[in-house]
């Protein structure tokens, strides 16, 4: 069994247990369901039934840096029918952001704090870009937490040149943010098309992201290095990746195949650090292959 603690106790203690179909764009931001953790961290989700017919199977997806749950909503459908509890990461979407703390570390603790709240034991976990990093510190530290681990667009640290443009921009950034302007539309470009009425909402829902989100994640980003930790992720792990991708490059990947030799690769040519809204149906397959290893 991976989801562990009698319903009665969730129920009793206020646990919401209202998994529904996959929502459509329009209903997205409003299926979001929230839950508190033992240190008081509130946390927003969306909760999606599995139709695959196997009990007990939850997939937690941890979306990438301004990004929030609705960054998976292209791919869910392509994942096999698995249970999905895709999180918002503090700071983003519907959770909330505090004025302290955005290291990888905290982003960890609270997937912890997550896991233990909602009663589940064990999961197969896929972390995108800063969630991939999430979910590689959390593999490291919780190996009985994790079954499979599928790390997508990930690198140990932001190379110099990616940051540097961030900062070149980020604090120069004044709410309201404008979700069209030339950064955000930087921001979000893909090498290849991305359905428009999903990417004008996830951009949107990024510029509602508070300025010392923005800006203390990014300085956190750039202290960054969880190499140690990968050394000892004892789950099997799945690394995607697109060779157009414009945060990671190739030499970071060089980087995390050395680092993870038994891992399983995946690249995906022209495409980019958002390759899985890119081609959600292969990145899907790919991914369900990969967990029914």
Same mark, same amino acid.
């Given at each position: 069994?991976?989801?562990?603690?009698?319903?009665?106790?969730?129920?009793?203690?206020? =646990?919401?247990?209202?998994?529904?179909?996959?929502?459509?764009?329009?209903?997205?931001?409003?299926?979001?369901?929230?839950?508190?953790?033992?240190?008081?961290?509130?946390?927003?989700?969306?909760? #999606?039934?599995?139709?695959?017919? =196997? #009990?007990?199977?939850?997939?937690?997806?941890?979306?990438?840096? @301004?990004?929030?749950?609705?960054?998976?909503?292209?791919?869910?459908?392509?994942?096999?029918?698995?249970?999905?509890?895709?999180?918002?990461?503090?700071?983003?979407?519907?959770?909330?952001?505090?004025?302290?703390?955005?290291?990888?570390?905290?982003?960890?603790?609270? +997937?912890?704090?997550?896991?233990?709240?909602?009663? !589940?034991?064990?999961?197969? !976990?896929?972390?995108?870009?800063?969630?991939?990093?999430?979910?590689?510190?959390?593999?490291?530290?919780?190996?009985?937490?994790?079954?499979?681990?599928?790390?997508?667009?990930?690198?140990?640290? =932001?190379?110099?040149?990616?940051?540097?443009?961030?900062?070149?921009? #980020?604090?120069?950034?004044?709410?309201?943010?404008?979700?069209?302007?030339?950064?955000? +539309?930087?921001?979000?470009?893909?090498?290849?098309?991305?359905?428009?009425?999903?990417?004008?909402? &996830?951009?949107? $829902?990024?510029?509602?992201?508070?300025?010392?989100?923005?800006?203390?994640?990014?300085?956190?980003? @750039?202290?960054?290095?969880?190499?140690?930790?990968?050394?000892? !992720?004892?789950?099997?792990?799945?690394?995607?990746?697109?060779?157009?991708?414009?945060?990671?490059?190739?030499?970071?990947?060089?980087?995390?195949?050395?680092?993870?030799? $038994?891992? &399983?690769?995946? @690249?995906?040519?022209?495409?980019?650090?958002?390759?899985?809204? $890119?081609?959600? $149906?292969?990145?899907?397959?790919?991914?369900?292959?990969?967990?029914? &290893?």
């Amino acid at each position: 069994m991976r989801v562990w603690g009698p319903l009665a106790a969730l129920l009793m203690a206020g =646990v919401p247990l209202l998994a529904g179909p996959l929502p459509s764009q329009d209903d997205w931001a409003g299926a979001r369901q929230s839950v508190t953790t033992a240190d008081g961290q509130q946390l927003s989700y969306v909760e #999606v039934d599995g139709t695959d017919g =196997v #009990v007990d199977d939850p997939l937690i997806l941890l979306h990438g840096y @301004t990004d929030n749950s609705r960054s998976w909503s292209l791919l869910v459908p392509h994942l096999g029918g698995r249970h999905v509890y895709a999180v918002d990461l503090r700071g983003h979407g519907g959770s909330d952001a505090p004025a302290c703390c955005y290291g990888i570390d905290a982003f960890s603790g609270d +997937l912890l704090g997550f896991m233990d709240a909602l009663g !589940i034991d064990r999961a197969d !976990i896929v972390g995108h870009s800063l969630g991939s990093m999430t979910a590689g510190v959390f593999a490291a530290e919780h190996p009985d937490r994790v079954d499979h681990l599928v790390l997508v667009s990930t690198a140990f640290s =932001v190379p110099k040149g990616p940051t540097d443009w961030l900062w070149d921009n #980020v604090p120069a950034l004044t709410p309201p943010i404008d979700p069209n302007s030339q950064f955000m +539309l930087d921001w979000y470009a893909n090498p290849t098309p991305v359905d428009d009425d999903f990417l004008s909402r &996830e951009r949107a $829902e990024s510029a509602a992201v508070p300025l010392h989100v923005w800006t203390g994640v990014l300085r956190a980003l @750039t202290m960054t290095d969880w190499s140690w930790y990968a050394r000892r !992720i004892e789950s099997p792990v799945l690394v995607l990746w697109g060779d157009q991708d414009g945060l990671f490059d190739a030499g970071t990947q060089d980087w995390v195949r050395d680092t993870l030799p $038994e891992a &399983e690769f995946e @690249t995906y040519a022209g495409h980019g650090h958002n390759m899985f809204w $890119e081609r959600p $149906e292969d990145v899907g397959a790919r991914i369900v292959a990969f967990l029914g &290893e």
